[in-house]
């Protein structure tokens, strides 16, 4: 499935509209989004030296950024909602080797036991879609299809916090099944969730790349802000028109 993806990354008008930031009123095309994205994929390597970082961080652009920078590395990223509350989070990040942490900017900084990290100023003045695609596509081979890129953390139905680990090439599958049902359907799929769970991973970022969609980024379960003006994010990521 990772070759298929990249043979979709191929088609794409990198100069087209990708993702639209609701939460800051921003939009980004595929060339300015990832640029960015690797911008920060060059940062993560440079400055984490184990195989993973941590996201605990709510909706925005700077998590979805994050998702896809961690795809054009060799390492894996560890995603944990900072709802779960401050005894939770820790109870997890102790169990974990110490690495970098992406904190979000509402959290209280505690002693997680591991060093926080900060996303870099980007540089949009020299930015070639043409190479930026390229460069996109070189990392993603660089990427073994059996590598761990995703640990997302959930109680199931035992009450203890397990660790769940995902591939890349099983999230682009998973994706690839949901379109199949989708398009079976008449009307519009409607998809607001935390973007730190699996349902909100696969459909607010996986499922939007694949199927050539933008993605927007609402607040967590912010149904008002996609209710009101409903017409307008027809084809973004959280209302699929079929």
């Known amino acids: 499935m990772l070759e298929d993806a990249i043979g979709r990354l191929e088609k794409l008008d990198f100069e087209r509209e990708f993702v639209v930031d609701e939460i800051l009123d921003r939009k980004y095309t595929y060339c300015d989004f990832f640029s960015h994205a690797l911008s920060v994929a060059d940062y993560i390597e440079q400055t984490v030296s184990g ?59 505690v002693d997680f036991g591991h060093y926080i990290l ?6 949009d ?20 299809r059996n590598m761990s890129y995703l640990v997302t953390y959930t109680s199931g139905t035992s009450g203890a916090t397990k660790g769940v680990e995902h591939t890349l090439d099983n999230l682009f599958s998973t994706a690839l099944a949901l379109d199949e049902k989708v398009q079976k359907r008449e009307g519009t799929f409607l998809h607001v969730m935390p973007m730190t769970y699996m ?19 609402f607040l967590k379960t912010d149904l008002t802000s996609v209710a009101v003006p409903f017409s307008y994010h027809f084809n973004r990521l959280s209302l699929y028109k079929k």
């Open 51 to 109: 195989e993973s970082i941590i996201a605990i961080k709510e909706n925005s652009y700077e998590l979805a950024l994050l998702y896809f920078a961690v795809m054009l590395t060799t390492k894996k990223i560890l995603v944990v909602d900072p709802q779960k509350g401050k005894e939770e989070i820790k109870t997890i990040l102790s169990e974990l080797n110490r690495t970098g942490i992406f904190l979000d900017d509402k959290l209280e900084v």
């Open 118 to 123: 900060h996303l870099p100023q980007f540089d």
């Open 125 to 144: 003045t020299n930015t070639n879609a043409a190479d930026i695609k390229q460069n996109v596509i070189a990392k993603w081979q660089n990427r073994r």
């Open 199 to 217: 349902a909100g991973i696969l459909n607010s970022l996986i499922y939007p790349l694949l199927l050539s969609l933008a993605i927007t980024v």
